[in-house]
């Protein structure tokens, strides 16, 4: 696997791979993400938000890898979006530089790493924006939020049986969730396709897309077609143990 083009200055190589997937980023854009960046790497010399501290690299799999997302949307943006377990803010954040008029929920239950998004979304200037400490499952059982988004995601959260039942309950009728995921995306969906299916989801596809200098990924997209039985999700941490369907 050989580094993401070595020659790149970080904001050049935003720029070049961003533009080369349709998105064309204004200098106020680009200046956002050098911003964010700047934020993310220097709160996690005490706070330990990331594993990736090369910019370059942070470029790469923060970055780019939530700008992948924008090709579920080609024509206009979701009015609204829902990032489960954002961590620091990817996709989600990175996503509302992008659409500034998209609303935006962060679900994320590290108290730390919920101080770090409130900070750096006042110094981004970002509006529209719901930063949540809490656990998914709690989310989305309640009403203010229940079947309310346009849009969900969740990277590196969980397998996507498990994903899936944090994420569709957020997700209104008539809107998408959009989970990247390895190689393997594909057999993931099929892996979750009951679980899918038992929430009011179906599989529309699996997109593959390629970031620079880094093995082949995919997005499983996820449409929702009926409202989510009112018993899912389950309470906080029996998705994880006992991933859908359930064994009787």
């Not at 299916?197 to 699996?206: A, D, I």
């Not at 200098?213 to 499983?220: F, K, M, W």
């Amino acid at each position: 696997m050989s580094a993401p083009h070595p020659t790149l200055l970080p904001r050049e190589l935003l720029a070049t791979t961003a533009a080369g997937w349709g998105l064309a980023l204004s200098e106020a854009q680009l200046a956002q993400y050098e911003r964010y960046l700047a934020e993310l790497l220097r709160w996690n010399r005490r706070a330990n938000l990331t594993a990736i501290v090369d910019p370059q690299a942070a470029t790469v799999r923060h970055l780019l890898d939530a700008l992948a997302l924008a090709r579920v949307w080609p024509a206009q943006p979701p009015a609204s979006l829902a990032d489960v377990g954002t961590g620091a803010g990817v996709p989600g954040l990175v996503l509302k530089i992008l659409w500034p008029d998209t609303e935006l929920l962060l679900i994320e239950s590290v108290a730390k790493k919920t101080d770090f998004l409130q900070h750096v979304t006042a110094a981004l200037n970002l509006h529209g924006v719901t930063i949540l400490t809490a656990r998914a499952e709690d989310v989305g059982r309640d009403p203010r939020y229940r079947e309310r988004y346009a849009a969900v995601t969740a990277r590196a959260v969980a397998a996507l049986n498990v994903l899936v039942e944090y994420c569709l309950p957020l997700c209104r009728v008539g809107g998408v969730v959009v989970a990247p995921k390895g190689a393997d995306g594909a057999a993931e969906a099929a892996a979750a396709a009951a679980a899918i299916e038992l929430l009011g989801g179906r599989l529309r596809s699996v997109l593959p897309y390629q970031l620079p200098g880094l093995d082949p990924r995919t997005l499983v997209v996820i449409d929702k077609l009926a409202p989510t039985p009112e018993r899912y999700p389950r309470r906080a941490g029996v998705p994880h143990k006992r991933p859908l369907p359930e064994q009787r």
